[in-house]
Structures are given as C-alpha cells and as structure tokens.
C-alpha cells in the first residue's frame, strides 16, 4: 500500500461507538452505513481492523489512503507524559476533519479520530499486528467466525496473496492450541473461557507456536524429553506432546 500510494497519502483512522456497541452485528451494520453513505466516498483503498475491547465494545481501525497528502503542512510534538499530539494547516485535512465530525453521529459513532502516519511502514505493520493481539485477549466464545481483518477491492487488487490463517503452519498451530486446552484441564471447547479463563486462546497461541518451531527444529526421543517450564505438567516425547501423569500423546 505504501508502496502504490506513498507514506503521505496513508493514515490510522480509529472509530468508536459513544453507546459502546458489544453486538459484532450491530457495530458491522452501522459500519456498512458509514462506509456506503460517506467514507468510500472519501477513501481510496484500506484495511480494516476489528477489535473488541476489554469492556466489551467493538471498535474499528483502519489504515486509510486519502485521495490528497494529508502529511505536509503538519508536525508531531512530543507531550510530556508520553504520546504525541498532531497540528497541521493542510486544509484538505482540515475540512476532512469537519466532514468527520458531523458524520460520524448520524451513523451511530463517537469519538474518532484520523492521523497521518508518523514514522514508516514498521510502524503500520505494528499498529495493525497490535490490536489483532488486543482483540485476542479479550475474546468472547461468541466472536467465533467473527471476520477481524477487511479490505477494500482497491486494495484486494493490487495486494492478492494468500491469509496465512490458512496455510500448514497455521492448521497445525490451531490443532495444538486445542490440545494444550484439554491438557490444560478444558474438558470441551465450549466451557474454554470457564475453565480456562478469559483470553485462554491468546495465552494458548503463543505457547502453540513455540511447540511448533521447535517440533520443526529438533527430533526428540524419550530419553531427551524436553520439559517446558510454562507447562511443567507437560514433556516432549519422540517429537510430540506428552502428559506426564499418564505418558498419554496429547499430538
């Protein structure tokens, strides 16, 4: 995307709900009326982020490309507890601003707010990495299916490549998330969240990813089982996942 359109033309716009919307159905559906009505008129291309909040409120985050440099005529200050605050007198930016602010009632929203990139394309990797993280955290069982990431057809063509959600790494990792649960004491995925606590897949997912490489990097044998000290409970055994109370392969 930076690449097509240049860092200038790239920015984080960040919309809430003042109501704290928590069904994902009636936040999607005053986002297709915000986005049919006004913003595809004044976005070119973007993608999407959904996040659910600790509280519960759905918001959304997009890395939008204008049609105008909304970066000249601009600078970040540094505040002195940390953070950054934006000036500019672009006043393509400037009277964008205004049309947000009176829009953005209509459709159901709150408080938003629209920003030039500040640093590169590192930068926008982590800002939109970092509130997939978020959402993970404070998933419900309810969210299942729930589609966090969307782009723009503009964005689709010009960017065609395949959601490694899908590939074989991914497929395995999502088959050991589920095991270490049940080792973990989930007795079915359903009661996840009750057994396990709030944000269980989150914590499970890195935990997966670690058995993963390292089952790719290495064999193990019986008499190298490798204890892993999150999961004491828990030993490498010929390559897969052992419980130790009952020597029973777990994957």
């Not at 590192?122 to 993970?136: C, D, E, N, P, R």
């Not at 959601?163 to 359903?190: D, I, N, Q």
């Not at 290495?218 to 000290?229: G, K, L």
Request: aromatic fraction near 12%.
């Amino acid at each position: 995307m930076l690449e097509q359109y240049g860092l200038n033309r790239v920015g984080f716009l960040t919309l809430t709900f003042e109501d704290d919307v928590d069904d994902v159905r009636e936040a999607n559906r005053r986002l297709d009326s915000l986005m049919t009505n006004f913003l595809r008129e004044k976005l070119v291309s973007y993608v999407l982020i959904r996040e659910r909040q600790k509280r519960g409120a759905w918001h959304f985050h997009l890395l939008a490309v204008l049609p105008f440099d909304i970066k000249s005529k601009g600078r970040f200050t540094k505040l002195p507890k940390g953070g950054y605050k934006f000036q500019t007198t672009n006043v393509n930016l400037i009277n964008l601003w205004r049309e947000l602010r009176e829009a953005m009632p209509r459709y159901g929203f709150g408080r938003h707010e629209l920003l030039p990139v500040r640093k590169d394309s590192k930068s926008v990797a982590s800002y939109l990495s970092k509130y997939i993280g978020k959402h993970m955290s404070a998933r419900k069982l309810i969210d299942k299916g729930v589609r966090l990431v969307s782009y723009s057809q503009g964005f689709v063509r010009a960017v065609a490549t395949q959601f490694s959600w899908h590939s074989p790494f991914m497929s395995r990792l999502r088959k050991k998330v589920y095991h270490l649960a049940v080792v973990s004491g989930c007795s079915r995925h359903e009661r996840a969240a009750e057994d396990l606590g709030d944000g269980w897949g989150f914590r499970l997912f890195s935990q997966a990813a670690h058995l993963v490489r390292m089952i790719d990097i290495s064999s193990f044998n019986r008499d190298q089982a490798h204890h892993v000290p999150w999961a004491p409970h828990v030993a490498f055994v010929d390559g897969q996942i052992c419980r130790l109370d009952s020597g029973e392969i777990q994957f």
